[in-house]
C-alpha cells in the first residue's frame, strides 16, 4: 500500500463501483461531523505529520495510486433504540487531481460519507485508506494530523470568520495548519489570486457577494496544499452563475494545485463538469 507511481495505462474516470456487503451489526459513536465546527476552525496543534509529501502530476503518463480507496463500508445509527442502516456497502476510489461527485436525494447519505472519507467519522464496517492510511483503524489524534495537513473542506454556507477580512481567513487557514508564519503572505495573496479575488482581498465577509465568500472558502481550504479537497453542497446556495464561477475554479485549482475534489450535488448542470459521478440510492451506489 502506498502514495506510489505504477506503470500501468491512465484511466481518466474512477472505477464503478462494485455491490454492497453484507449487513452491518454494531455501532459506534459518532466523533464528529462535516461541520463548519469540526473542520473548519480546529483548535491549533502543531504536531509533525508522518504523511509523505510526494504529490501527483497531472500531465504524467504513468499512472498514480488512487489517493482514497473505499472498501464495503457500512455505517450506521442508533436512534430512539432502533438501528438506522445509512451506509450499505460503499466502494469508491478516488484518483489524483479529479474532479468527483457524489448526487443522491436528500437522505441518501452524502454528507455521512464525506464524513468518513475526511476522517470525521469511522465506518462499522468496511475499509478506508487515505494515501495509504487506514482512517477505519486509526484513532481520531492520527485521523486529525492527516487531515490537516492532507485535506481541506468546503460548506455550503461558506463557514467564514465573519470578523475577518478575506486576507485573514485565508492566513487564518495557514497558522491553524501550522504553515510557519513566512510563508503566509505569498500564499495567501496566490490563493487569492486563484479564485479571482485580488481586488477584494481586504473585504470582509458581508462586503462580498454569496459567490466572493465561497471562493474565499476555497482559498482557505486550498492555502495548506490539501491533496484532497471536500465540499458539501458547494453551490447549494449560489444562483447558476455563480455556483459556474466556483466550478470554474475547482477545474483551475485541480490543474494547478494537484488536488482532487470530491463533491456534492443536486445540480444536474454541474454534474455535467464531472470526471466521475457516484450516484448514491438509500445508503448505495448505484450505476447510471
Ligand atoms: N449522527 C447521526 N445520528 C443519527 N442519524 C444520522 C446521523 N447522521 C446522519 N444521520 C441520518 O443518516 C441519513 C443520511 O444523512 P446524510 O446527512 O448523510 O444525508 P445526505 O445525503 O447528505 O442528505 P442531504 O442531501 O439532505 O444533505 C439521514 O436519514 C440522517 O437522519
Ligand atoms: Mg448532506
Redesign the pocket.
Known sequence: MGWLKRSAAHTKKETTPTGPLPANAGDMP?EG?LSESAAGVEAVVRTPSPVPILQPNRNESAVLEPILTVSGVERS?Q?GGQQ?H?LKGIDMELQPNRLVMLR??????????LNMIGGLDQPNRGEIFFLGHPFHQWNDDKRTQVRRKRIGFIFQSFALMPLLSAWENVELALRMAGVPRSEWKPRVQHCLELVGLSKRMHHRPFELSGGEQQRVAIAKAIAHRPTLLLA??PTAELDSQMGAQVMAVFREIIDTEQVTICM?T?DPTILEVADHVYQ?VDGKFITT
Open positions: 459518532v461531523g445509527f436512534v438506522l445509512v443522491g436525494r436528500s437522505g441518501s447519505g452524502k454528507t455521512t460519507l458539501d453542497e456534492t443536486h448514491m
